[in-house]
């Protein structure tokens, strides 16, 4: 796509690139296009315009799959920045309300144009927040909605502004998606809406939302030219980097597909599920703790444990977000879908691997609890206590455990019911280490088994524990298991992985270490890993062990990659 025709540049001057703004094309506003014929006047004289901001919201259809663009929904745009400029200033700025109405004191008699700003900003008392949506393929360039420079005139007027989405009857034109900013960031603001049901006075770290109608799925991660993956949020330690040429230091954010490409695309900036799931993971980036190693996901795979309860958290957070629990993505630019209901049974395995048990445990703890076999009903207020308490400080891996035993110890009342559920998604285990868990896929016969989740290994000790591809490569059930360490004193550890030695191709153990989080890696090759590590204090920690092909799915061909291989892990101190 050439230049001329990228989007929203048909509006784009040197002064707004300036500001850092894309102006996209707007309804209403009236007025000439530009300040002519001004008539300076003293500052006292003053007028007011007020007006009201809104977007289109494409919805899903209501019977049929997809997205229906023939019924587009005008909205409010909620809390977000509206200025009033002259030629050269800003001469006024104020937030919208809940109806997404603004009211600006101008001087008279002075040609005025309106910006809606892709923009909520809360200053000074809690709470705060600042959020925005950015053009990733355009130096990161903040979306707004421009008016037309009309007179103020000298009594109070109205101007209104009206995003549309772009849709043609046919197809989108990408220099009037408009309303994609805006959609996005009504989304926010409901996910942000349910956060302050539980804390008033939440203090939220600024999120960026990137979206460009050039986004696309990808197998490399450059925003720069739209390839990001899928929608997702990206959270990234010091020195990590995109894959640009040259590479560039990560920008934390959401990204969000927004290339049609014909119908052939993926289209999510009115996928309000999967914009609130992205949220989602946001909060556990700055609120709470993951330590989900991402990856491809679906709600039938047998996942890593922490990976599993990283993406239904994200998915139950979605239909908290939007008190919604069929969750929809659309597909094939607007025409096709997938999804799930949070509050059904999906016919998958069940089990603390199975992200949707994750995610209707969840959300039964959250809903009315008025169906069979669900007696709870602790609203959002509880769950988000755990996600920013225990959730963040447990010495075990973030999974299912982890939550759903400090749960169950801050609502004694609703123990009983909470156990319930998790016995109904097959999760046994009575502590954040799985302790009592009986759910193991299957893989209960010596040596090959799962059995138990967590293995405790001891300073001076060595065990044996065997990783599976049983159920797939790089993040799935079985690809790293996990040894508990608890240390009484401070110390450096030698900790080594040895493979067997028979077998093509030859083992490759790899070695993590966590510690509340993720502290350290060691991933050379051969058949013995040894990790030296800096001097850890007391406490517990998790030794994550896996055999290289049954993480990287293109290290070997697939009847190459080792089946089920057996470790033995040493761990010495000084």
Same mark, same amino acid.
């Given at each position: 796509?050439?230049?001329a ?33 001004s ?36 909205l409010?745009a ?8 002259s ?52 130096s ?23 995003a549309?989405?772009g ?20 989304t ?10 539980a ?20 197998d ?42 014909s ?5 999510d ?16 980036d700055?609120?709470?703790?993951t ?11 047998l ?91 447990t ?14 110890? $801050? ?9 319930? &559920?998790?016995?109904?998604e /097959? #999760?046994? +285990? !009575?502590?954040? =280490? ?13 040596p $090959? ?9 001891? &300073?001076?000790?060595?065990? /044996? #524990?065997? +990783? !599976?591809?049983? =159920? ?14 608890d ?10 992985a ?14 993590g ?56 892990v040493?761990?010495?101190g000084s």
């Amino acid at each position: 796509m050439n230049r001329a025709n990228s989007p929203f540049s048909l509006r784009l001057s040197h002064a707004l690139a300036a500001l850092g703004l894309l102006a996209l094309s707007a309804c209403g506003g009236g007025g000439g296009d530009g300040p002519t014929g001004s008539t300076p006047t003293p500052p006292s004289q003053t007028v007011v315009i007020s007006g009201r901001i809104t977007f289109d919201r494409i919805p899903f259809k209501s019977t049929g799959v997809g997205l229906d663009p023939s019924q587009p929904v005008e909205l409010p745009a909620r809390g977000i920045i509206v200025e009033a400029l002259s030629a050269s200033s800003t001469l006024a700025s104020t937030t919208t309300d809940t109806a997404g109405n603004y009211s600006l004191s101008v001087p008279a008699s002075t040609q005025v144009k309106i910006r809606a700003k892709a923009q909520m900003t809360k200053t000074g008392t809690a709470p705060t927040w600042d959020f925005k949506v950015l053009n990733n393929t355009n130096s990161d360039a903040l979306y707004a909605l421009d008016g037309s420079f009309a007179d103020s005139g000298t009594a109070a007027s109205t101007r209104n502004l009206r995003a549309a989405s772009g849709w043609n009857g046919t197809t989108y034109v990408d220099a009037n998606r408009s309303a994609a900013p805006f959609a996005i960031l009504d989304t926010a603001y409901k996910a942000q809406q349910l956060v302050l049901t539980a804390v008033p006075t939440t203090v939220f770290p600024a999120l960026s939302l990137f979206w460009s109608s050039k986004n696309t799925s990808s197998d490399s991660f450059c925003p720069d030219t739209g390839n990001i993956l899928t929608s997702v949020y990206f959270g990234f330690n010091a020195g990590e980097t995109d894959d640009c040429t040259p590479k560039q230091p990560g920008v934390d954010g959401i990204y969000i597909l927004g290339d049609f490409a014909s119908g052939a695309g993926d289209t999510d900036e009115f996928d309000q599920h999967v914009i609130a799931h992205e949220f989602g993971h946001y909060l556990e980036d700055k609120f709470s703790r993951t330590d989900s190693i991402g990856g491809n996901h679906s709600i039938g795979d047998l996942l890593d444990l922490r990976v599993a309860f990283g993406e239904g958290w994200g998915d139950a957070f979605s239909g908290m977000a939007l008190n919604d629990p069929v969750y929809k993505d659309s597909q094939n630019g607007i025409a096709g879908q997938t999804g799930f209901n949070l509050d059904a049974d999906n016919g998958v395995q069940k089990g603390s691997y199975s992200e949707a048990s994750v995610f209707q445990f969840l959300w039964d703890v959250f809903d009315d609890g008025t169906e069979s076999g669900d007696t709870v009903s602790l609203n959002f207020t509880p769950i988000w206590n755990v996600f920013i308490g225990t959730e963040k400080t447990t010495s075990a891996l973030t999974s299912i455990y982890s939550f759903s035993s400090a749960l169950i110890a $801050n609502n004694e009342a609703s123990a009983t019911g909470i156990r319930a &559920l998790l016995n109904r998604e /097959q #999760v046994f +285990g !009575t502590d954040a =280490f799985a302790g009592g868990e009986t759910n193991f896929a299957g893989k209960t016969t010596p040596p $090959n088994t799962l059995d138990p989740l967590y293995t405790t290994i001891t &300073l001076g000790g060595s065990v /044996q #524990v065997c +990783g !599976t591809r049983d =159920f797939g490569t790089n993040n799935k059930l079985g690809n790293r298991r996990f040894l508990r360490l608890d240390l009484a004193t401070s110390r450096s550890l030698q900790i080594t992985a040895t493979g067997l030695a028979t077998g093509t191709p030859a083992a490759d153990p790899d070695i993590g270490l966590w510690g509340r989080g993720y502290i350290a890696r060691s991933e050379a090759e051969g058949v013995t890993e040894i990790f030296n590590t800096a001097v850890l204090s007391a406490g517990t920690y998790i030794i994550e062990v896996g055999e290289f092909s049954h993480i990287d799915p293109s290290d070997v061909p697939n009847s190459s990659r080792r089946g089920d291989t057996c470790m033995t892990v040493s761990v010495s101190g000084s």
